[in-house]
Nanobody, 124 residues
Framework: QVQLVESGGGLVQAGASLRLSCAASGRTFRSYVMGWFRQAPGKAREFVAAISWSGDNTDYADSVKGRFTISRDNANNTVWLQMNSLTPEDTAVYYC?????????????????WGQGTQVTVSS
């Protein structure tokens, strides 16, 4: 079994930055892809970013490209999402998810394990 715990969410003003963390535990990790997704009120959950095991490959949704950065520390099974220049449109519950493949999928069903989510609220 795998447990994912997100942290770092909060309430900030537009233009501010936040860094989300996701700590994985519960299984021997050899190689996995980590993704971040978000769900705004009344909207479907959407892909935000993903990172390969090595960290050499990343993928971002167009809406966050250039503002968000995903990174990881495999020694500590932790992944971060640095979010800069936040706007009210970034308000959502942010989830991390893990899949034990090699491709940077953007589809939710490719990720079997999910965290509980952390709320990010950006005020105007």
């Amino acid at each position: 079994q795998v447990q994912l715990v997100e942290s770092g969410g909060g309430l900030v003003q537009a233009g501010a930055s936040l860094r989300l963390s996701c700590a994985a535990s519960g299984r021997t990790f050899r190689s996995y892809v980590m993704g971040w997704f978000r769900q705004a009120p009344g909207k479907a959950r959407e892909f935000v970013a993903a990172i390969s095991w090595s960290g050499d490959n990343t993928d971002y949704a167009d809406s966050v490209k250039g503002r968000f950065t995903i990174s990881r520390d495999n020694a500590n099974n932790t992944v971060w999402l640095q979010m800069n220049s936040l706007t009210p449109e970034d308000t959502a519950v942010y989830y991390c998810a893990i899949q034990f493949g090699i491709y940077l999928y953007r589809l939710e069903y490719e990720y079997p394990y999910w965290g509980q989510g952390t709320q990010v609220t950006v005020s105007s």
